[in-house]
């Protein structure tokens, strides 16, 4: 609860300063929008001729990119605003100043602040994936799973992205490394069965974005298997888990400012 307390002064206060600009929601809806119809034109030019990539459907295929505008709506407004900080920060040397806060230092750099503008993305994949699941006839039981399967996703997400911020301790230039991730993410606007087999392979075990979008949408179709079900499980609680004591790991390596 304590820590719930302290999100929730986190938040209030991020959003405080945020309304100050709101016109800045303005102009980020209407990014949103361009992107959102960039990405539908796209996957509309593959479905020309009643061609359907890797068997997809084309509303099955919208299922999919509204994971992935949800992911990236998740990655705006709450991974790049805090965990991009964490390299300044140890460029800087005012790590120290949270390392001495009574806090957790992980929850402090993963949720000081939040970017709220970035939410239109996610209110456009969130109205994108229930039209899709409209058409597709999906029920309650539907989107539960499939949103179940996309909580699934950030927590991979998330610990991806803290696992390279933390290497700032050791590399100055992790910030490429976090461009080459959301480059890599940027596979996920279409079902992975799309792509040829080797790029399936990588966008599954090396990079899951696979996980990301195509599995949290069959999880919504009824196509999750028993095996890709444990298989997500099991990689974002490893994950998570080496998230953290790869956090503990670096901070030994980590000289303060003072010292």
């Known amino acids: 609860m304590r820590y719930l307390r302290v999100l929730g002064r ?12 709101r016109g800045n929601f303005l102009l980020a809806a209407l990014s ?16 020309q001729g009643g061609y359907q990539p890797g068997g997809w459907k084309f509303e099955e295929a919208l299922l ?17 605003p805090n965990l991009n900080r ?16 009574p806090l957790d230092s992980q929850f402090w750099l993963s949720f000081r602040t939040l970017a709220p503008w970035s939410l239109s993305d996610g209110i456009i994949g969130l109205s994108l994936w229930f039209y899709a699941g409209y058409r597709l006839g999906l029920g ?13 996703a950030f927590v991979m997400l998330y610990s991806l992205w803290f696992i390279i911020s933390a290497s700032s301790i050791w590399f100055v230039k992790v910030a490429n490394a976090t461009e ?16 040829p087999v080797a790029y399936r392979f990588i966008f599954t075990f090396v990079v899951p974005v696979a996980f990301l979008t195509t599995v949290p949408a069959e999880a919504a179709l009824g196509r999750l ?8 499980l099991l990689i974002a609680l490893f994950l998570l888990l080496f998230s953290r004591v790869f956090w503990r790991f670096a901070l030994r390596s980590y000289t303060s400012a003072s010292s």
Do not use: C, H
């Not at 039981?141 to 909580?151: E, R």
């Open 64 to 80: 999919v990119l509204a994971a992935f505008l949800m992911m990236d709506s998740f990655a705006f407004t709450l991974l790049s």
């Open 140 to 152: 309650l039981a539907d989107y539960g799973v499939g949103s179940g399967l996309l909580a699934v």
């Open 32 to 47: 949103a929008l361009g992107a959102a119809a960039g990405s539908l034109f796209g996957i509309s030019l593959l479905y």
């Open 86 to 101: 964490v390299v300044e920060q140890v460029q800087k040397g005012t790590l120290d100043f949270v390392l001495l806060k």
């Open 180 to 195: 080459v991730l959301r480059a890599l993410l940027e596979a996920g606007r279409f079902p992975v069965q799309a792509f």
């Open 225 to 232: 298997t028993p095996a890709n079900l444990g298989l997500a």
């Open 10 to 21: 986190f938040w209030g206060t991020a959003l405080a300063a945020e309304l100050e600009y």
